[in-house]
């Protein structure tokens, strides 16, 4: 995988806000691109884009995720972009009479991701991946391997 990106904004609409990212939609049309608040580590990025990569190749649907990205300031990925998409919750808060439908199409939607197989071997949590980052941060020396070991057996699905 290649190294972050730099982008232009100018070449980017922001299109959404969440509570931990905000999201740019390319002017062209072609991607979006959600960038990471600051004060959130580029690690975070890439955990999150990897996830993305391996749930796409595992044939759930989902965005295509393209590559990752820095505006020099704060780190994200740019994904293919949905054309016409809106969250539940933008339609429901937006069409509030149509909340049992929706609520039924996303208990349908879930149910069938969830019966759906997949290996989740190439999955690792990004949290578990922290795990030694930490160790050497509070005690100023790598972890051991041994206990590596036993923490990426914790952690295995």
Do not use: C, W
């Not at 959130?40 to 595992?58: G, L, P, S």
């Amino acid at each position: 995988m290649s190294e972050t990106e730099k982008i232009n904004l100018d070449e980017y609409v922001q299109t959404g806000e969440g509570g931990t990212a905000l999201t740019y939609t390319r002017k062209d049309g072609r991607s979006l691109a959600k960038l990471y608040n600051p004060g959130f580590e580029a690690d975070r990025a890439k955990a999150e884009f990897m996830t993305a990569r391996i749930v796409f190749e595992m044939g759930i649907p989902s965005p295509k995720p393209y590559r990752l990205v820095t505006d020099g300031k704060r780190n994200g990925a740019e994904y293919e972009l949905i054309k016409n998409k809106r969250s539940y919750t933008r339609i429901i808060s937006q069409e509030p009479e149509r909340i049992e439908e929706i609520s039924l199409k996303f208990a349908r939607m879930a149910r069938e991701l969830h019966a759906k197989e997949a290996d989740t071997t190439r999955l690792r949590s990004y949290y578990a991946a922290k795990v030694p980052y930490v160790y050497d941060m509070a005690y100023h020396a790598p972890m051991p391997d041994v206990a590596l070991e036993h923490i990426v057996k914790l952690f295995q699905p």
